[in-house]
């Protein structure tokens, strides 16, 4: 299997000093191979992604108050719902919390502009999308003038310590600026235009907002600068590359996932006990089914434990599950099989 050359995390971090004018919207960092390579690693990604997803889901469930927040910006024809959706089709809808932000409402404009963030924000155990954010209220805002420089300026120390505080409070905040180059979004407007079933994509406005381009590269570069903390930091993804935003964006959120290493709740009841009143209930051809049943389930549990082990190793160093682990478990499965049987064989 192919795989990054660099963690996409490092690769595609803005730095301190970032040059938006000078960054290639066609290259692939960290990845040196070729779109189906991207597509296995995709697949492969996906499935691991539903199962750190569920553990999440699984932990909030039991009380612990851990999510996550992936801010997606970009301007129009970056792909933005394109990556929200495709990533999102990995996991478990009730997992995930997608959330758009278009022009404020009425009631919205009457209040901070943090105001409808905060109600949108990830509850525990979820994993929440922003397709645009807060940080319309210094991109858009800026560039129409909306409000006056002396507004929207103290905003990014603001949007700051906003984020602080979202990450004190247990949610792990990820930034990904999709950035697509002039021609390319040229190409994509006219290709809305040609195809009758793009034209609901498309606005008259568009080609205002795109007239202002480098009105809107200045306020992003300045966004990437000034907003860029270690607690949440942005990712900058060159966009021209459909694929390539998708690939990089499943792997910083599945390897970020990975690293928060979520563990199973323990269970708060008595196993034992719980399968034996189940059991009763159960006819013999039934329980006899469950035993057959027991090995594969309890094997499917376990690979899908160890590629999480295993992915968490390769980013972390951590130790690999040993040999006595897989034999632990093993034996972990002959047990409950035995358990069963004696259930079986006392009716
Ligand atoms: P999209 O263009 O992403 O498909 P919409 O048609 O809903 O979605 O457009 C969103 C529009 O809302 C964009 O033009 C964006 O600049 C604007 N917008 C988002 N947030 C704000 C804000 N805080 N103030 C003003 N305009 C905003």
Same mark, same amino acid.
């Given at each position: 299997m192919?795989t990054?050359?660099?963690d996409?995390?490092?690769?595609?971090?803005?730095?301190?000093?970032?040059?938006?004018?000078?960054?290639?919207?066609?290259? !692939?960092?960290? @990845?040196?191979?070729?779109?189906?390579?991207?597509?296995?690693l995709?697949?492969r990604r996906g499935r691991l992604l539903s199962e750190l997803q569920e553990r999440l *889901?699984a932990a909030?469930?039991?009380?612990?108050?851990?999510?996550?927040?992936?801010?997606?910006?970009?301007?129009? $024809?970056?792909?933005?719902?394109?990556?929200?959706?495709?990533?999102?089709?990995?996991?478990?809808?009730?997992?995930?919390?997608?959330?758009?932000?278009?022009?404020? &409402?009425?009631?919205?404009?009457?209040?901070?502009? +943090?105001?409808?963030?905060?109600?949108?924000?990830?509850?525990?155990?979820?994993?929440?999308?922003?397709?645009?954010?807060?940080?319309?209220?210094?991109?858009?805002?800026?560039?129409?003038?909306?409000?006056?420089?002396?507004?929207?300026?103290?905003?990014?120390?603001?949007?700051?310590?906003?984020?602080?505080?979202?990450?004190?409070?247990?949610? !792990?905040?990820?930034?990904?600026?999709?950035?697509?180059?002039?021609?390319?979004?040229?190409?994509? +407007?006219?290709?809305?235009? =040609?195809?009758?079933?793009?034209?609901?994509?498309?606005?008259?406005?568009?080609?205002? !907002?795109?007239?202002?381009?480098?009105? *809107?590269?200045?306020?992003?570069?300045?966004?990437?600068?000034? &907003?860029?903390? =270690? *607690?949440?930091?942005?990712?900058?993804?060159?966009?021209?590359?459909? @694929?390539?935003?998708?690939?990089?964006? $499943?792997e910083?959120l599945t390897r970020t996932l990975a690293e928060l290493e979520l563990a199973w709740p323990k269970?708060?009841?008595?196993?034992?006990?719980?399968?034996?009143?189940?059991?009763? $209930?159960?006819?013999?051809?039934?329980?006899?089914?469950?035993?057959?049943? $027991?090995?594969?389930?309890m094997a499917d549990a376990l690979t899908d434990s160890l590629e999480v082990a295993e992915l968490a190793a390769s980013i972390s160093g951590a130790n690999l599950p040993s040999r006595d682990h897989e034999a632990e478990v093993a034996?972990q499965i =002959?047990?409950?099989?035995?358990?069963?049987?004696? +259930?079986?064989?006392?009716?």
């Open positions: 192919k990054w050359d660099i996409p995390r490092i690769a595609l971090r803005a730095s301190a000093d970032f040059d938006l004018a000078a960054f290639d919207r066609s290259s !692939t960092p960290g @990845w040196s191979h070729d779109k189906d390579d991207a597509d296995k995709l697949a *889901y909030g469930r039991a009380g612990e108050n851990r999510a996550v927040l992936c801010v997606v910006q970009g301007l129009d $024809t970056a792909g933005k719902g394109g990556v929200a959706r495709h990533v999102m089709g990995y996991v478990d809808p009730q997992g995930v919390a997608l959330r758009s932000f278009g022009v404020p &409402t009425e009631e919205e404009l009457a209040h901070h502009y +943090l105001w409808r963030i905060r109600k949108a924000l990830p509850p525990a155990g979820r994993i929440g999308v922003f397709d645009r954010s807060h940080y319309e209220d210094v991109l858009v805002v800026r560039v129409d003038e909306l409000v006056p420089p002396e507004v929207w300026q103290p905003r990014f120390e603001e949007i700051n310590e906003f984020e602080a505080e979202l990450t004190e409070s247990g949610i !792990t905040v990820l930034k990904f600026a999709m950035m697509v180059s002039y021609e390319e979004q040229g190409l994509r +407007l006219m290709e809305r235009l =040609d195809r009758p079933d793009k034209h609901w994509k498309y606005s008259p406005g568009d080609l205002k !907002t795109r007239s202002k381009w480098f009105a *809107y590269q200045e306020a992003y570069q300045d966004v990437l600068r000034r &907003t860029n903390t =270690d *607690y949440a930091p942005w990712y900058v993804l060159p966009a021209d590359r459909k @694929w390539y935003p998708r690939l990089a964006i $499943t910083i269970a708060d009841f008595d196993v034992a006990e719980q399968r034996r009143e189940l059991a009763r $209930t159960m006819s013999a051809a039934a329980l006899q089914q469950s035993i057959d049943a $027991t090995r594969d389930s034996a =002959d047990r409950v099989i035995k358990a069963k049987q004696q +259930l079986r064989d006392a009716r």
